[in-house]
């Protein structure tokens, strides 16, 4: 027996479907993806922990859950909600069905909902938290939505990962399994660490280059980390991703703001700055590096969102430092910037055998 579910807004309006999913109740904040492909990614991002995600594409579950496309073990958003929902996947390579996948990772979820007036309020009041429920609940608190949902979703031990190329240390803020498959792809050895590991424990562990995971939350909430994140990019090579990207910025004295609702989906257009080319990335943040406070003798602008104009990467004018906005590992969404994660490896590769050289 399908249940009538309801999406509360703190801005008052009420959404209706059927619950489908975790029996559960939730808070979160309400965002929107417009991806047309790439749920099962989207779900188990955990860049999306304590969010409640709405899905543009009106169809959601058609191809199955597949074994191969988590992005992390346990999903960790709040919500989601969908427009109509497939429980007749199709697709050789599926397991399982989007809402059978609901119900293991414990989320819960409202389908038959309309989406698009729910996108359309979104767009015009910017992001609204909102209540997940089978009653239309009004009176409920927002102050019981947790914070600081890296510390919930970084590994809390290190993680090796033994290969023949660079060394590089990733350091987990809620990185998605893609990330680390791209390093392993070219052959790196990685080292997970957690989100809060000094600069002098990642100094012992001798890498030849640093990256910065995406994650979710507020940049700001790791602010007692910035020296540590100045220190560590200062020695050696650094690639931020997303969360990552803001948060250099930030150490180096940069502002963040948040953005009115986000930018969330696989078709985001972004201008490479030095050669003018336009590149469709994956993207998920809300919130973005604040253009005025970019000190040009310390960073250069070296993209640009083609909507907004917003900043979508920097590169350090001394140190081998950049950082993208965007996901150049995509999953879900295009693969034209993947060379950044493949040029970042090449880069950690030769500064090697410089140093080799000269010895
Ligand atoms: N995907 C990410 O790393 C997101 C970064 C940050 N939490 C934001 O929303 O802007």
């Known amino acids: 027996m399908l249940k009538h579910g309801y999406l509360t807004l703190e801005s008052g309006e009420v959404f209706e479907g059927v619950l489908i999913g975790a029996e559960k109740d939730s808070f979160g904040e309400v965002v929107f993806n417009t991806s047309m492909t790439g749920y099962q990614e989207i779900i188990t991002d955990p860049s999306y922990a304590g969010q409640i995600i709405t899905f543009c594409y009106p169809i959601i579950g058609s191809y199955g859950i597949n074994a191969l496309d988590d992005e992390s073990i346990t999903p960790a958003l709040a919500g989601v909600i969908i427009g109509d929902l497939c429980e007749t996947p199709s697709h050789y390579q599926s397991i399982s069905k989007f809402s059978e996948k609901l119900k293991q990772a ?4 409202i389908a038959g909902v309309d989406t698009r007036r729910l996108v359309k309020t979104i767009r015009s009041r910017g992001t609204v938290k909102g209540y997940l429920s089978n009653t239309k609940n009004l009176n409920y608190s927002t102050t019981e939505i947790p914070s600081f949902w890296v510390e919930k979703v970084s590994t809390k031990k290190t993680q090796f990962f033994n290969n023949r190329g660079p060394h590089v240390v990733l350091i987990d803020f809620g990185y998605k399994k893609s990330i680390l498959n791209a390093l392993l792809t070219e052959n790196c050895s990685v080292t997970l660490v957690p989100y809060n590991t000094s600069f002098e ?7 030849d280059g640093v990256l910065l995971s995406n994650g979710p939350g507020d940049p700001m909430e790791l ?11 200062q020695h050696y090579p650094t690639l931020g991703i997303c969360l990552g990207h803001q948060l250099i910025a930030l150490a180096y ?13 696989g078709n985001h257009p972004v201008k490479e700055i030095i ?23 310390v ?39 993947e060379y950044i994660l493949t040029d970042f490896v090449s880069q950690i590769a ?8 000269v010895k």
């Open 106 to 109: 414990r989320v819960p979820g």
């Open 201 to 207: 424990k990642i100094k012992a562990l001798n890498p």
């Open 223 to 233: 602010k007692k980390w910035f020296p540590e994140i100045k220190k560590i990019s």
């Open 253 to 265: 004295g940069a502002k963040t703001e948040k953005l009115s609702y986000g930018h969330r989906g």
């Open 275 to 297: 050669t003018g080319k336009v590149k469709i990335t994956a993207q998920n943040h809300g919130y973005v590096v604040v253009d005025e406070s970019i000190d040009t003798n």
């Open 299 to 337: 960073f250069a602008v070296t993209y640009r969102n083609v909507n907004d104009k917003s900043i979508e990467g920097l590169k350090h004018q001394i140190y081998p430092i950049q950082t993208v906005q965007f996901h150049p590992e995509a999953h879900p969404g295009p693969s034209d910037t």
């Open 350 to 357: 030769s500064v090697g055998e410089t140093v080799y050289a």
